[in-house]
């Protein structure tokens, strides 16, 4: 049953029993039990008072974001039981322990009385799903405390702790004691209780507080946050009123394209970790210590994402140059963030102890878990990894942070690629969230669950790649790449091209997103192919910027120049190089819109990212979302390419497709036709592992 009770001293315990997170959900029958109970505890004559309570590990995570795809009709009868709640005759005490999230909180405000236990966490993070706080949040918390900080919890979505929720208001008592002992403990102390409804109770200062928060508001995709403002605006007025228009724009969010999107990626995130055949989470090989071979940026990058999990780290790099600046760039890190107050002076200074800076491999040799991170060249990596196979020692994980090369060539060069595995981090490695884990044709199903479990322990998103070139994330950039190409030879220039994208939603354009990751990097990636792989299109537009010696930001120029070592500025230098490359090939340039450069690009995503889940490349199209949202600067609220591309439907897909095969320079494949259903696939398997 999801719902218990048990009636002591006259008080009915009822407890959330819905496991793994206490939901609301409607569909498992959570809402209709909770509901009956209450009514039962009401009408029975020995029952003076109720405490609400959750099973496990916590009070309740909020609602079953599942129910927010059927009928949204179906929620009202949330609200109806949440209602007879807060009208019960009778007192009613949350007694919250780990969280109360949510709609988990929203129960907690309809009721009288709410004490957390010390170690509670409580918020209202539907803002981060493209939503509003739709069971009375909107209407109750700015009833209950100043409405300026109801608000920013709203907008914020962020979670506060128990003496948090204490000093503002929110609860009535921290606790240290089990939930059920200290709500009785409560009752006989303070009893005895009588009702006392948010809802009767007048938000003071509220106009002022909304009118604050909209002078500041940015509009973005996401329209969550104005209609909070509004919602909450209306708590000045009578609480039905208020629930009423809460309830309809909780709706209307919910069917927005925003509010799908980003419940997607949050489904998406938690399914990623779940692959096929690997041993339990509990059983996967801890690390305890880690090592890193160069100490570049991104060697030094990813010595620093370990030293945030506090585990212990050797970095190995020959030349003491490079060495020195490892070490100064780690240090410099911690002390900024110290400065910013992101880490106090104790923590940064335990840090600084842990990292070991050598400048021989043999210093790895006692390392649990040892991560390659130099130059992105086969012969470099085989080199390194010989090294490793015979210093290493039994049962290390040997990891490679190659962005595009063979992982299994690179394995083949040891006798134990079953202890093989692709750990691509992101640059800069300590701050992005984003770890591709790829899975060699050998990689031992032990390796790959110590893996995902090592890149969760360090706080980052890891998803599972097969072999390829370029891996999920940058095989498919290289495609979106090749349409930005394609459209400066045919008539647009780099800051149409960046801005229409930026316009769209995503961080950065394509263009300046080369000039920050360096242009020389994609130069010996496009050579490389060239050799390998002749029969693809190849651009020399890039190439020509590179010849020039402009490798982006980090030489001041690139396909802007950056007088100011940041700040992209037009160049008329490489407007005239592409007018006179577009010559060159015969190209008649032309006006292309905004519209035409952000469906070429985007198409041109979908596309490969079908073709690489038909090839077994990624486990789940979800997959390919949860990449392109962590790790390239994908906006949350499109869900993603191929959530885009299930929006889209695939016979306009394959539509827009052809039109521009038929009539445009630019595309030289046949489509990828996998594109039905995509996400809702995704949702169903989410709620079949939940």
Request: hydrophobic letters at 45%.
């Amino acid at each position: 049953m999801p719902i218990r009770q048990v009636v002591t001293d006259g008080v009915a315990v009822i407890t959330l029993s819905h496991p793994p997170v206490n939901a609301l959900s409607i569909d498992g029958g959570v809402v209709a039990a909770l509901g009956e109970t209450v009514a039962a505890a009401q009408a029975d004559p020995t029952v003076s008072a109720l405490v609400i309570v959750g099973d496990g590990r916590m009070f309740c995570g909020g609602a079953d974001i599942m129910d927010f795809d059927r009928d949204l009709a179906a929620l009202d009868t949330v609200r109806d039981v949440l209602n007879r709640i807060e009208a019960s005759a009778k007192p009613v005490v949350a007694s919250i322990h780990g969280v109360a999230l949510g709609g988990g909180l929203e129960l907690a405000l309809a009721c009288h009385y709410r004490l957390a236990h010390r170690d509670s966490r409580l918020g209202l993070p539907e803002v981060s799903l493209g939503l509003l706080p739709g069971s009375g949040g909107t209407q109750r918390l700015p009833r209950l405390i100043d409405p300026s900080t109801a608000l920013e919890l709203m907008l914020s979505g962020r979670r506060i702790t128990a003496a948090q929720a204490l000093e503002v208001g929110l609860i009535d008592a921290v606790t240290e004691q089990e939930p059920i002992d200290a709500a009785l403990n409560f009752i006989r102390t303070h009893g005895p209780l009588a009702p006392r409804p948010i809802g009767h109770l007048t938000a003071d200062g509220l106009a002022a507080a909304v009118e604050e928060q909209r002078a500041t508001l940015r509009q973005g995709l996401n329209p969550a946050p104005a209609h909070i403002l509004t919602c909450v605006a209306a708590a000045a007025g009578p609480l039905d009123e208020g629930l009423a228009l809460e309830a309809r724009l909780f709706a209307e969010l919910a069917g927005s394209e925003a509010s799908r999107g980003l419940r997607h990626a949050f489904l998406g995130q938690r399914l990623a970790g779940r692959i096929p055949g690997l041993p339990a989470a509990t059983s996967a090989a801890k690390i305890g210590a880690a090592a890193v071979i160069g100490g570049g940026l991104m060697g030094a990058g990813i010595a620093l994402a370990v030293l945030d999990a506090d585990l212990p780290v050797v970095v190995v790099e020959p030349n003491e140059a490079a060495r020195g600046r490892a070490g100064a760039k780690i240090r410099d890190t911690l002390a900024r963030s110290v400065q910013k107050g992101r880490l106090t002076e104790a923590a940064a200074e335990a840090r600084l102890g842990r990292p070991t800076l050598a400048d021989d491999i043999s210093s790895v040799a006692d390392a649990d878990l040892i991560i390659e991170a130099v130059f992105e060249d086969m012969d470099a990596k085989r080199q390194v990894f010989t090294a490793l196979d015979a210093i290493a020692r039994p049962g290390a994980i040997l990891a490679s942070n190659t962005s595009t090369l063979d992982l299994d060539a690179v394995a083949a060069c040891t006798s134990r690629p079953g202890d093989v595995v692709g750990l691509h981090f992101f640059s800069p490695a300590n701050i992005m969230k984003l770890v591709e884990i790829v899975r060699g044709a050998k990689t031992d199903p032990a390796v790959l669950a110590a893996a995902l479990g090592f890149v969760k322990q360090i706080g980052k998103v890891g998803v599972v790649a097969g072999v390829c070139d370029g891996f999920i994330g940058n095989r498919i950039f290289e495609e979106y790449l090749r349409q930005a190409y394609f459209l400066l030879e045919e008539g647009a220039l780099p800051r149409q091209i960046d801005a229409a994208m930026e316009d769209w939603g995503m961080a950065m354009g394509p263009l300046r997103t080369m000039d920050l990751a360096g242009q020389d990097i994609g130069w010996n990636i496009r050579k490389r192919r060239a050799v390998e792989q002749p029969d693809r299109p190849y651009f020399r537009i890039p190439d020509l910027i590179c010849e020039m010696g402009r490798f982006g930001q980090k030489t001041g120029s690139g396909y802007y120049q950056y007088p100011d070592g940041r700040t992209p500025v037009d160049d008329p230098v490489i407007s005239q190089l592409i007018l006179d490359h577009s010559a060159e090939l015969g190209i008649q340039r032309r006006d292309i819109s905004d519209l035409e450069i952000v469906e070429r690009c985007l198409l041109a995503m979908i596309n490969e990212g079908a073709r690489i889940v038909s090839e077994g490349v990624a486990y789940r199209p979800s997959d390919v979302d949860i990449i392109y949202l962590n790790g390239y600067g994908f906006p949350a609220e499109r869900g993603g390419p191929m959530f885009q591309g299930d929006q889209m439907g695939l016979q306009t897909v394959l539509t827009k497709i052809r039109f521009y095969q038929d009539q445009r320079h630019g595309w030289a494949w046949e489509p990828a036709a996998l594109l039905v259903d995509f996400a809702e696939s995704d949702r169903r398997l989410g709620a079949l592992n939940a």
